[in-house]
């Protein structure tokens, strides 16, 4: 069967923001997988009009809030290096304009994902994660 829209959730993950260039990053909300089989992070980016603007993304996990760790690359659907914006000159649809996307596939209860900047501009970005594979469908809208 062809339905998609009963077996996955949308929730919001971080809001869509201007990054700077400090290296700090930001973390997003938390994300409670229980009853459900996996997480795809969507990760969505702006107008980043500077070259050598860049952003890393970095995915976390843990059985408790308190104790999220880097997931290892076994446990992710895709790298974290293509999920991030590399230094590049700016094309839309290419380089900014773009939405990319990484999935986690390990067995923590709970998911997170950081974005960390680096370079001489600002740029806007914003992830959504999808939980998909429910342990119960269909799933309702929320």
Not at 62 to 79: E, F, K, R, Y
Request: hydrophobic share 40%; glycine share 14%.
């Amino acid at each position: 069967m062809n339905d998609l829209h009963n077996n996955v959730r949308f929730v919001h993950a971080l809001a869509p923001a201007a990054y700077g260039t400090t290296g700090t990053g930001r973390a997003s909300d938390i994300i409670d997988r229980q009853g459900w089989g996996g997480v795809e992070f969507c990760v969505h980016y702006g107008v980043t009009v500077v070259t050598n603007a860049s952003v890393a993304i970095t995915v976390f996990e843990g059985d408790t809030t308190g104790a999220m760790t880097s997931v290892a690359d076994a446990d992710l659907n895709g790298l974290e290096s293509a999920a991030g914006l590399g230094a590049a000159a700016r094309t839309s649809g290419t380089s900014m304009m773009i939405g990319k996307r990484i999935g986690y596939k390990g067995d923590q209860r709970y998911v997170q994902i950081k974005e960390v900047p680096t370079g001489g501009a600002t740029g806007i970005v914003g992830i959504g994660a999808v939980l998909h594979n429910p342990n119960n469908a269909p799933t309702s809208n929320p």
